[in-house]
């Protein structure tokens, strides 16, 4: 069979995955990361291990293709947004890669927010002024090292740096990716002289902008150790939201992608860029001619993690010796279950790595609320599901603020397997919700941008058509009533808090040195 692979480049792990002509999973990979926490409100990746777990899971699905008899006719790229990386004339990592969790530039987007020129930036560049921005990063660089700001030959994010890891080929971005920065003007195609001004860089020290569907080649040596004919044409591809939306076959009006990984994301398609007067929504391209808008959410299956971390570290249940992190999740989902909708009374807001959409406000923290002798573990954990959700919800709310309505959730991401996971999210937005066969929707949403490259695939709406659904989640109406009750004093309460949370990051010590944690996935 004639395969596509994708490489998705994600926060915690890099997955490969080689498809059919059909969008039938061929083989599998997954490479895992830890990401690094050295301090308060910073989130980073090492460079070298990220480039490293690219040509890995490449050489792992090129051999297990190989091993079934199968050829490769071409590789797509996929990579988070929002990251930031210090890069050599040559392309090579100056120092870590900063990722979109990263909040330190809390106090440089405030300013540009209390200046009045935040809704203008986003308006022209699709991307909410908020600490995951590159523009409010650099920002930051500018005010606290700008000698190593404006000495840096070339500042780049993971594609940039998974491209030249892979290829020969010269300092490129795609016009996802560039879309994502804060930087890049949607409407005129061009790097935007009020962001660059503001976070204190040339053009020349940004990429080239490209295409989604520009094709480069592998270096020899990437192409020998897969086994791969070194003109197998490789997609630069686009960024892992908008490829999510293609992977799962939320393409046509009205169908909404939600990814539930580390983070979350409501998507759904429209056919040229757009923002919204709220500036409550973001808008990424796909292609040229196919765009996104959405919101994202810091905070989704890495509640559960912390869940797991902070509630069931050292308490033994039966048959639970040896459980990985993984079984220990699907183990406090399955109490949660166990709990009625809402928790009995119990809120929580998920922001342990602040949050995103809608209000894009930076300092938001977590809490519960309503919190009584009663409840238990089981309680916490399902909360925390019900948050996350809600959340999503009100990103929902804002769609329908603007005259676009949904009648289909399709759901991607590693949370997807959960039952309580999908049927709190179709409650919650009161729609039904269809997941799709293969949890690597990014991927396969790569697999499928190259094959349009290639020409296979002229039509990206005919995506639909190949990616199989698993099962489908219709709402509970008791549940969706309840959760659409409790939906205001969830945003009443976030926005309520931010004061008290502000002083308590004035007055909170710092950590002790030494205490940096990594976070694995």
């Given at each position: 069979?004639?395969?596509?692979?994708g490489?998705?480049?994600?926060?915690?792990?890099?997955?490969?995955?080689?498809?059919?002509?059909?969008?039938?999973?061929?083989?599998?990979?997954?490479?895992?990361?830890?990401?690094?926490?050295?301090?308060?409100?910073?989130?980073?990746?090492?460079?070298?291990?990220?480039?490293?777990?690219?040509?890995?899971?490449?050489?792992?699905?090129?051999?297990?293709?190989?091993?079934n008899?199968?050829?490769?006719?071409?590789?797509?790229?996929?990579?988070?947004?929002?990251?930031?990386?210090?890069?050599s004339?040559?392309?090579?990592?100056?120092?870590?890669?900063?990722?979109?969790?990263?909040?330190?530039?809390?106090?440089q987007?405030?300013?540009?927010?209390?200046?009045?020129?935040?809704k203008?930036?986003?308006?022209?560049?699709?991307?909410?002024?908020?600490?995951?921005?590159?523009?409010?990063?650099?920002?930051w660089?500018?005010?606290?090292?700008?000698?190593?700001?404006?000495?840096?030959?070339?500042?780049g994010?993971?594609?940039?740096?998974?491209?030249?890891?892979?290829?020969?080929?010269?300092?490129?971005?795609?016009?996802?990716?560039?879309?994502?920065?804060?930087?890049?003007?949607?409407?005129?195609?061009?790097?935007?002289?009020?962001?660059?001004?503001?976070?204190?860089?040339?053009?020349?020290?940004?990429?080239?902008?490209?295409?989604?569907?520009?094709?480069l080649?592998?270096?020899?040596?990437?192409?020998?150790?897969?086994?791969?004919?070194?003109?197998?044409?490789?997609?630069?591809?686009?960024?892992?939201?908008?490829?999510?939306?293609?992977?799962?076959?939320?393409?046509?009006?009205?169908?909404?992608?939600?990814?539930?990984?580390?983070?979350g994301?409501?998507?759904?398609?429209?056919?040229?860029?757009?923002t919204?007067?709220?500036?409550?929504?973001?808008?990424?391209?796909?292609?040229?001619?196919?765009?996104?808008?959405?919101?994202?959410?810091?905070?989704?299956?890495?509640?559960?993690?912390?869940?797991?971390?902070?509630?069931?570290?050292?308490?033994?249940?039966?048959?639970?010796?040896g459980?990985?992190?993984?079984?220990?999740?699907?183990?406090?989902l399955?109490?949660?279950a166990?709990?009625?909708?809402?928790?009995?009374?119990?809120?929580?807001?998920?922001?342990?790595?602040?949050?995103?959409?809608?209000?894009?406000?930076?300092?938001?923290?977590?809490?519960?609320?309503?919190?009584?002798?009663?409840?238990?573990?089981?309680?916490?954990?399902?909360?925390?599901?019900?948050?996350?959700?809600?959340?999503l919800?009100?990103?929902?709310?804002?769609?329908?603020?603007?005259?676009?309505?949904?009648?289909?959730?399709?759901?991607?991401?590693?949370?997807?397997?959960?039952?309580?996971?999908?049927?709190?999210?179709?409650?919650a937005?009161?729609?039904?919700?269809?997941?799709?066969?293969?949890?690597?929707?990014?991927?396969?949403?790569?697999c499928?941008?190259?094959?349009h490259?290639?020409?296979?695939?002229?039509?990206?709406?005919?995506?639909?058509?190949?990616?199989?659904?698993?099962?489908?989640?219709?709402?509970?109406?008791?549940?969706?009533?309840?959760?659409?009750?409790?939906?205001?004093?969830?945003?009443?309460?976030?926005?309520?808090?931010?004061?008290?949370?502000?002083?308590?990051?004035?007055?909170?010590?710092?950590?002790?040195?030494?205490?940096?944690?990594?976070?694995?996935?």
């Open positions: 069979m004639d395969v596509v692979i490489i998705d480049t994600g926060t915690t792990a890099t997955k490969g995955v080689a498809t059919g002509p059909r969008g039938e999973v061929r083989a599998l990979t997954s490479v895992h990361y830890p990401l690094s926490v050295p301090g308060p409100g910073r989130a980073e990746l090492d460079p070298e291990q990220l480039t490293a777990a690219a040509v890995k899971a490449l050489v792992d699905v090129a051999t297990e293709c190989r091993d008899g199968d050829r490769v006719i071409a590789i797509g790229l996929s990579g988070f947004l929002h990251a930031l990386v210090p890069m004339a040559g392309s090579q990592p100056l120092g870590p890669l900063i990722t979109w969790a990263d909040g330190r530039s809390a106090e987007c405030e300013r540009i927010v209390a200046e009045g020129r935040a203008t930036l986003q308006a022209r560049t699709g991307t909410p002024v908020h600490p995951m921005s590159p523009l409010t990063k650099l920002a660089w500018a005010e606290n090292d700008a000698e190593t700001l404006r000495g840096t030959p070339r500042w994010g993971v594609k940039e740096l998974i491209v030249a890891a892979l290829t020969d080929a010269p300092f490129q971005v795609d016009l996802s990716i560039a879309s994502g920065t804060g930087l890049y003007d949607i409407h005129s195609r061009k790097w935007d002289d009020e962001a660059l001004e503001i976070a204190g860089v040339r053009a020349n020290q940004l990429a080239e902008v490209v295409p989604t569907t520009t094709t080649r592998l270096r020899s040596d990437i192409a020998s150790a897969a086994g791969l004919d070194k003109d197998v044409p490789l997609v630069i591809g686009a960024a892992d939201g908008p490829l999510a939306n293609l992977g799962v076959g939320a393409t046509p009006p009205g169908v909404a992608a939600v990814s539930l990984g580390t983070s994301a409501l998507r759904t398609v429209v056919d040229r860029p757009t919204d007067a709220a500036g409550r929504l973001f808008c990424y391209a796909l292609t040229e001619d196919r765009w996104v808008i959405g919101g994202a959410v810091n905070n989704a299956g890495s509640v559960v993690r912390w869940a797991g971390e902070a509630f069931a570290a050292g308490f033994e249940r039966p048959g639970s010796e459980e990985d992190a993984d079984e220990r999740d699907a183990a406090l399955e109490e949660a166990a709990v009625e909708a809402g928790s009995e009374g119990l809120l929580c807001l998920p922001y342990l790595l602040g949050e995103r959409a809608p209000w894009w406000r930076s300092g938001m923290r977590g809490a519960y609320l309503g919190l009584r002798r009663e409840h238990t573990r089981p309680h916490l954990v399902r909360a925390a599901v019900e948050g996350v959700c809600q959340q919800a009100l990103v929902r709310d804002s769609f329908e603020a603007e005259g676009s309505s949904l009648t289909e959730i399709r759901a991607t991401g590693g949370a997807a397997a959960s039952e309580l996971w999908i049927q709190t999210l179709a409650s937005m009161d729609l039904p919700v269809s997941v799709a066969d293969t949890p690597e929707g990014t991927a396969l949403g790569a499928l941008l190259a094959r490259a290639l020409g296979e695939l002229p039509d990206l709406g005919e995506a639909a058509a190949l990616v199989p659904i698993s099962r489908h989640t219709q709402p509970q109406p008791a549940d969706a009533a309840l959760y659409s009750k409790l939906r205001p004093l969830v945003e009443k309460s976030a926005l309520a808090v931010l004061d008290v949370v502000a002083e308590l990051d004035r007055i909170a010590p710092e950590p002790l040195p030494g205490t940096e944690k990594a976070v694995k996935s």
